[in-house]
Nanobody, 127 residues
Framework: QVQLVESGGGLVQPGGSLRLSCAAS????????MGWFRQVPGKERELVAR????????????YYEDSVKGRFTISRDNAKNTVYLQMDSLKPEDTAVYYC????????????????WGQGTQVTVSS
């Protein structure tokens, strides 16, 4: 069982930055692909960024949704069991509830989902 707790959301002006953190419990954190999803009312939850697991060969792979490429950076610190999402050059359309997810995988239909979820943190980009 993995428990995830997000922090770092809030209100920021357009062009500003925020860093979200997700603290995970569980000894197998380093073997999970971790991700950040976001959701706005009336829309499906979408994957924003994903980072693969750090195995014996220190293999990592990354995925970013097109609209955040070059602005968001996902990273992880396995020693602290924490995954981060650095968000720069924020836009009003980034406003959403952001969810940390553990053991992120892709289904045969192409959609991503996680086996474990945090409670979500609100990010609001507004002047």
């Amino acid at each position: 069982q993995v428990q995830l707790v997000e922090s770092g959301g809030g209100l920021v002006q357009p062009g500003g930055s925020l860093r979200l953190s997700c603290a995970a419990s569980g000894r197998t954190f380093s073997t999970y692909a971790m991700g950040w999803f976001r959701q706005v009312p009336g829309k499906e939850r979408e994957l924003v960024a994903r980072i693969g697991w750090s195995g014996i060969k220190y293999y990592e792979d990354f995925y970013y949704e097109d609209s955040v490429k070059g602005r968001f950076t996902i990273s992880r610190d396995n020693a602290k069991n924490t995954v981060y999402l650095q968000m720069d050059s924020l836009k009003p359309e980034d406003t959403a509830v952001y969810y940390c997810a553990g053991d992120v995988s892709r289904s045969s239909s192409g959609s991503y989902s996680g086996a474990y979820w945090g409670q979500g943190t609100q990010v609001t980009v507004s002047s």
